[in-house]
């Protein structure tokens, strides 16, 4: 370990963070989980990861990439092993104006994206959340305030630049790697770092957002005339709405709609928009047109001791009522999570689910819970939780990797379909048969977990 460490001193040209330096403990924690790495990495250039990559193959050491840090399970962190901080490579460039092709550093964050394309009224669709990465939100799929209209982020991906596990650099795109291309629109950070992303974005304007809200009493009826209208609503309009938000009164709180017209004519904006003000008795509407850099909020890292558990199943068509019958339920009782309820559809659904390692397109819903707190409030909260979600299971058709805590079998399973995940398998026995890249929602290579 000592020769391997001094070839690291002396190849790597980045930083090099050690238990003990003035910045160990911020660099040592992902966003929302504390940890304890011998090492953080921060590469500069393509060069200095595939040095990482190789001392962290030979270490036996366990190995964390980060991208944005904002999963909840705390893969960008680990106790004893390696970090790869990839926020150095955040270089953002318009390679084909023509083409709106745009080239985006693995390290970048989503803030930075919508801010550099944004004099070019140019956007992808992404998450919500300025802080999360580029990378991690797009591996796993890319659910955001255009994914209607526009697909999910993995849908816009040209091509990406990967350090495998043996240290090599690969182009995956549909002419390149074409089987890595495939597995790396949806199976994670599995097979490699992606040092830059090559995207397609497209036009974009001003949009409608904000939100409508109803009294918590209607909560059953709002939401099942919500999921009804979203069926019909025009591919423009994206929508979550939100039931039991802890800041405004938990189960006696407003049910919130969310929107965004991806569009600035007020005309279509208010003929889309009407049939959600219809729903109920309305409460409040914000609804206004803004600049789409304006819609991403900013993420927050939770002060110490404060856990954050997030749950999240996806819903086919045929379950659409009951579902939602169960979540009103819920979502007005004593002790109810925050529950977020997010439409899909439209241009993913449109995409065959076995294009990409992304396998969920018939889903027409995504349901989350989160609940935050000390240990004792999450411990509480865990009865509550495992029977709505016990409920829940006989109507849910898969799981969404972004948004899950946990990363235990019972998930991958849900997040990979037993095709997909034999495909991604078989993709992983070619470019990372030791496993190096673990954390994650971990496809194991060449054979079914």
């Given at each position: 370990?000592?020769?391997?460490?001094?070839?690291?001193?002396?190849?790597?040209?980045?930083?090099?963070?050690?238990?003990?330096?003035?910045?160990?403990?911020?660099?040592?924690?992902?966003?929302?989980?504390?940890?304890?790495?011998?090492?953080?990495?921060?590469?500069?250039?393509?060069?200095?990861?595939?040095?990482?990559?190789?001392?962290?193959?030979?270490?036996?050491?366990?190995?964390?990439?980060?991208?944005?840090?904002?999963?909840?399970?705390?893969?960008?962190?680990?106790?004893?092993?390696?970090?790869?901080?990839?926020?150095?490579?955040?270089?953002?460039?318009?390679?084909?104006?023509?083409?709106h092709l745009v080239r985006i550093g693995g390290g970048a964050h989503w803030g930075q994206v919508v801010d550099a394309l944004a004099p070019h009224d140019l956007a992808i669709s992404s998450g919500d959340t300025r802080s999360v990465g580029v990378g991690g939100l797009t591996l796993s799929g890319g659910i955001g305030w255009k994914v209607r209209k526009h697909g999910l982020a993995l849908d816009n991906l040209v091509a990406a630049q990967l350090v495998t596990a043996d240290g090599g650099v690969v182009t995956a795109s549909a002419d390149e790697h074409p089987d890595l291309f495939w597995a790396i629109r949806g199976g994670g950070g599995n097979?490699?770092?992606?040092?830059?992303?090559?995207?397609?974005?497209?036009?974009?304007?001003?949009?409608?957002?904000?939100?409508?809200?109803?009294?918590?009493?209607?909560?059953?009826?709002?939401?099942?005339?919500?999921?009804?209208?979203?069926?019909?609503?025009?591919?423009?309009?994206?929508?979550?709405?939100?039931?039991?938000?802890?800041?405004?009164?938990?189960?006696?709180?407003?049910?919130?709609?969310?929107?965004?017209?991806?569009?600035?004519?007020?005309?279509?904006?208010?003929?889309?928009?009407?049939?959600?003000?219809?729903?109920?008795?309305?409460?409040?509407?914000?609804?206004?047109?803004?600049?789409?850099?304006?819609?991403?909020?900013?993420?927050?890292?939770?002060?110490?001791?404060?856990?954050?558990?997030?749950?999240?199943?996806?819903?086919?068509?045929?379950?659409?009522?009951?579902?939602?019958?169960?979540?009103?339920?819920?979502?007005?009782?004593?002790?109810?999570?925050?529950?977020?309820?997010?439409?899909?559809?439209?241009?993913?659904?449109?995409?065959?689910?076995?294009?990409?390692?992304?396998?969920?397109?018939?889903?027409?819903?995504?349901?989350?819970?989160?609940?935050?707190?000390?240990?004792?409030?999450?411990?509480?909260?865990?009865?509550?939780?495992?029977?709505?979600?016990?409920?829940?299971?006989?109507?849910?058709?898969?799981?969404?990797?972004?948004?899950?805590?946990?990363?235990?079998?019972?998930?991958?399973?849900?997040?990979?379909?037993?095709?997909?995940?034999?495909?991604?398998?078989?993709?992983?026995?070619?470019?990372?048969?030791?496993?190096?890249?673990?954390?994650?929602?971990?496809?194991?290579?060449?054979?079914?977990?």
């Amino acid at each position: 370990m000592t020769s391997a460490l001094d070839t690291l001193r002396r190849d790597f040209g980045g930083d090099i963070i050690e238990p003990g330096a003035a910045d160990y403990e911020s660099a040592a924690r992902s966003r929302l989980v504390a940890g304890s790495p011998a090492y953080v990495l921060r590469p500069k250039t393509v060069e200095d990861v595939q040095t990482a990559v190789r001392f962290a193959a030979g270490s036996g050491l366990v190995l964390s990439v980060r991208g944005g840090g904002h999963g909840f399970p705390g893969f960008g962190t680990n106790d004893g092993g390696i970090v790869i901080d990839l926020g150095e490579l955040a270089d953002i460039e318009v390679v084909d104006a023509e083409r709106h092709l745009v080239r985006i550093g693995g390290g970048a964050h989503w803030g930075q994206v919508v801010d550099a394309l944004a004099p070019h009224d140019l956007a992808i669709s992404s998450g919500d959340t300025r802080s999360v990465g580029v990378g991690g939100l797009t591996l796993s799929g890319g659910i955001g305030w255009k994914v209607r209209k526009h697909g999910l982020a993995l849908d816009n991906l040209v091509a990406a630049q990967l350090v495998t596990a043996d240290g090599g650099v690969v182009t995956a795109s549909a002419d390149e790697h074409p089987d890595l291309f495939w597995a790396i629109r949806g199976g994670g950070g599995n097979f490699g770092v992606v040092t830059s992303f090559e995207f397609a974005a497209h036009r974009t304007t001003r949009v409608f957002f904000g939100k409508v809200t109803f009294p918590a009493a209607e909560a059953a009826t709002v939401l099942q005339g919500w999921a009804d209208y979203l069926r019909t609503a025009p591919e423009e309009l994206t929508s979550i709405t939100n039931v039991a938000n802890p800041f405004t009164g938990g189960p006696e709180a407003p049910v919130e709609v969310h929107v965004a017209f991806d569009g600035d004519d007020p005309d279509a904006a208010a003929a889309a928009l009407d049939p959600i003000r219809r729903l109920g008795t309305v409460l409040e509407d914000d609804v206004e047109p803004v600049a789409y850099a304006d819609v991403l909020v900013e993420g927050g890292t939770p002060p110490p001791g404060i856990h954050v558990v997030a749950h999240d199943g996806l819903v086919d068509r045929d379950s659409v009522a009951e579902a939602l019958r169960i979540l009103a339920e819920t979502g007005t009782s004593a002790g109810s999570p925050s529950i977020s309820i997010r439409s899909l559809g439209g241009a993913v659904s449109r995409v065959p689910s076995d294009a990409t390692a992304y396998a969920h397109r018939g889903a027409e819903l995504m349901v989350t819970t989160f609940t935050a707190g000390p240990a004792p409030v999450i411990e509480a909260a865990r009865p509550v939780l495992d029977g709505l979600w016990g409920r829940l299971a006989p109507y849910l058709s898969g799981a969404y990797a972004n948004f899950l805590t946990t990363a235990d079998e019972t998930d991958v399973t849900a997040v990979y379909p037993k095709p997909t995940y034999e495909r991604l398998a078989m993709v992983k026995e070619q470019y990372d048969p030791s496993n190096l890249f673990a954390r994650n929602h971990n496809v194991r290579p060449g054979r079914m977990s």
